[in-house]
């Protein structure tokens, strides 16, 4: 045999298992994606053109004349493997772009699928006459079989490919995969000048050498993506370590021993086959200790890197737990686990008092789900998603270190958040009663002369000799005294020291008190055109409760709820008891409150309304402070409208 044969043994032998790598790889990564779905296919094509072209060889070697139906089952694989490679690389490139959105659109896809999928069935119809008497065909050349046709469209897809690394390279992200899309675009160049030159301008000159040359080039972007996948974690396959490396060495051993076999029949004739298998067995323990050295150094600089990414990820997370927020903690940690880790997705659930149930029942147990604890107490959990089909030991690692350090950032976060609400808690109460200081110096220094000017107009409007005209203008002026009353007693009602403690609440009849607010406030509504209707259920429900505050509660609920309710609208005021409490509900259908300031209407003088003081609400919120209760409200109610104001109250005794 002359020495190109054992150079196409040995190309053909790496091109086959090169490809059964990167199926295994692939296989065993099981990403739920189109890429690594025609990738595959790419390679079982590859496959079928290096196995039929080893097979084919083989039999030249070991036999004067092939058998027809060896021969036969060669040629069917290997021009299998040829009639679908141009179309799946097309395929592949498309669905790469589709990834880095550089191809919008399905219909634009399919019209590119349809366009280079159709050849292929044209040209496995022109290769299946081939199979019935295939020992006139030429494996060193097998395309030159399928005729000029046939390099046109593998130098069309060719060019095509590397037009579309080309573009690649133009917006990676970095350097390395820049160089990589030159790399691979400088393949395909290269082979499509080597298909044009070997299948189309010279099909029938074509030379052993440059054909066996043409061969090996498939294989050197698969090498290189090897590299770029370790290096530079391409695809995201390069978390996948254990499994890279597990394919690795079961392909040198596959590698090995084909070799061992080789080598057996070369030394046939001088040294009997077992025993030179047996020498270069036994001669791999001399590689025991320097591989295990190498390894070794491997693991500790991968333990190394992880220990060194976790305690950065560590100090990230402790420099946002400072801020003490937990919901941007919580978010940060989402995204920056997702980031440094590169996962397809990472979710921490955080259990909060009482939850230990829905955190087990919610898939708890996953292989992908670390439990986050503390003093064997369980604070929550961290679920991620790798690309992948499983994560690496290394990244298994790497979450299990960080969740034993989350409890300290989240309890670290919890108290500077507690100490901030304190501060601010503090503040505002510093600020209210500096306030309610004013309001009440206020209040008191007007209501006097405001006192004695009414009482002055109203003795003047007694008068039979006062011109009507003047008359008019008393009476205007008594109405505004009146509103500026009504304003000055807010101020008052909010000055007034809470008070706390249930033996200084008392208690009252929710019932008894509704109905003296609606029989104040009932000359009002009909004023303003509003129907105001009560729907308190049940006699006798006593709240403890004073019924100085529940009426300042309801009234100023209900005269929100008047001034807000359209003419001819509605306010419904209603009290139910419910559980040991009596919730409180007064509704109407205005126009609601905008969502812009729905979380301010309790502050102080905050209002949005032209003349008033922004305190009735803030009345409220105080009173129902006092006697432990709570206010929730809903806006809008239905069809866009309306306010619901729901007060919940504690039931006396």
């Not at 490396?245 to 009997?272: D, G, H, K, N, Q």
């Not at 009602?493 to 929710?510: E, H, K, L, T, W």
């Not at 055109?529 to 100085?548: F, I, M, N, Y």
Request: hydrophobic share 45%; aromatic share 8%; charged share 20%.
């Amino acid at each position: 045999m002359g020495s190109l044969v054992y150079i196409r043994l040995i190309g053909y032998t790496a091109g086959t298992l090169l490809q059964l790598f990167w199926m295994v790889v692939i296989l065993g990564y099981r990403r739920q994606r189109n890429f690594e779905r025609v990738f595959f296919f790419l390679c079982l094509a590859l496959f079928l053109f290096y196995g039929g072209s080893l097979l084919a060889l083989n039999a030249q070697i070991y036999y004067a004349a092939p058998p027809a139906v060896l021969t036969a089952f060669a040629w069917t694989a290997l021009c299998a493997g040829l009639c679908f490679l141009p179309a799946l690389l097309v395929h592949l490139h498309l669905e790469y772009a589709e990834t880095r959105e550089l191809l919008q659109g399905r219909i634009a896809k399919r019209l590119w699928l349809t366009a280079v999928y159709a050849p292929a069935l044209f040209f496995a119809l022109r290769a299946y006459p081939l199979l019935s008497s295939p020992n006139g065909v030429n494996f060193v050349s097998p395309a030159n079989s399928l005729g000029r046709v046939y390099g046109v469209w593998m130098v069309l897809a060719l060019i095509v490919c590397a037009d579309w690394e080309r573009r690649f390279g133009v917006i990676a992200p970095d350097f390395a995969q820049e160089l990589f899309h030159r790399i691979m675009a400088g393949c395909f160049g290269v082979a499509a000048i080597g298909v044009l030159t070997l299948h189309v301008v010279h099909p029938r000159n074509a030379n052993e050498s440059f054909s066996t040359a043409l061969a090996y080039v498939p294989i050197v972007p698969l090498v290189v993506l090897i590299y770029y996948v370790q290096k530079h974690n391409f695809l995201q396959i390069g978390r996948q370590r254990n499994l890279v490396y597990a394919v690795t060495v079961t392909f040198l051993a596959l590698l090995y021993l084909s070799l061992i076999r080789r080598v057996s029949i070369w030394m046939e004739p001088t040294i009997p086959p077992e025993a030179t298998a047996s020498i270069l067995v036994f001669l791999l323990v001399v590689f025991f200790e320097p591989l295990q050295r190498w390894i070794g150094r491997r693991l500790h600089e991968t333990a190394h890197t992880e220990l060194d990414r976790s305690q950065k990820m560590t100090s990230a997370i402790q420099q946002v737990a400072r801020l003490g927020n937990s919901a941007k903690l919580k978010e940060f940690i989402e995204r920056w686990v997702k980031e440094q880790i590169e996962l397809a997705d990472a979710r921490l659930i955080l259990q909060e008092g009482g939850e230990t149930s829905s955190l087990q029942d919610s898939g708890a147990e996953s292989e992908n789900s670390f439990e986050i604890q503390q003093g064997g107490r369980r604070l929550g959990r961290l679920e991620v998603k790798p690309h992948g089909a499983m994560l690496s030991g290394d990244t298994r690692a790497a979450l299990e270190f960080l969740c034993e350090q989350l409890p300290g950032a989240l309890d670290l976060c919890r108290l500077i958040e507690e100490k901030l609400r304190l501060e601010r808690e503090l503040a505002e109460r510093e600020r209210l009663a500096l306030v309610g200081q004013m309001a009440a110096s206020i209040s008191h220094n007007l209501k006097n002369p405001l006192g004695s000017i009414k009482t002055i107009l109203q003795v003047q409007l007694e008068n039979p000799e006062l011109p009507e005209s003047i008359r008019g203008e008393t009476k205007m002026v008594l109405e505004e005294i009146g509103r500026l009353s009504t304003k000055l007693n807010q101020l008052l009602q909010f000055s007034r020291p809470a008070v706390r403690g249930g033996s200084a609440i008392g208690s009252c009849d929710v019932r008894v008190v509704i109905e003296e607010v609606t029989s104040v406030l009932s000359h009002e509504a009909e004023r303003r055109g509003v129907r105001l209707q009560t729907e308190a259920s049940g006699d006798g429900v006593r709240v403890a409760v004073s019924a100085e505050a529940l009426n300042d509660v309801v009234s100023n609920l209900v005269v929100n709820a008047l001034e807000a309710a359209p003419r001819g609208g509605r306010v419904t005021v209603g009290a139910l008891a419910s559980e040991g409490t009596c919730v409180l509900m007064v509704e109407d259908d205005g126009p609601g409150i905008p969502a812009a300031v729905q979380e301010k209407i309790l502050q102080p003088f905050f209002t949005t309304k032209p003349q008033g003081t922004g305190l009735g609400l803030a009345i409220v919120a105080r009173r129902v402070a006092e006697f432990g209760g709570k206010v929730e409200w809903e806006s809008p109610v239905r069809d866009g409208k309306g306010t619901r104001f729901r007060v919940i109250l504690p039931l006396a005794g």
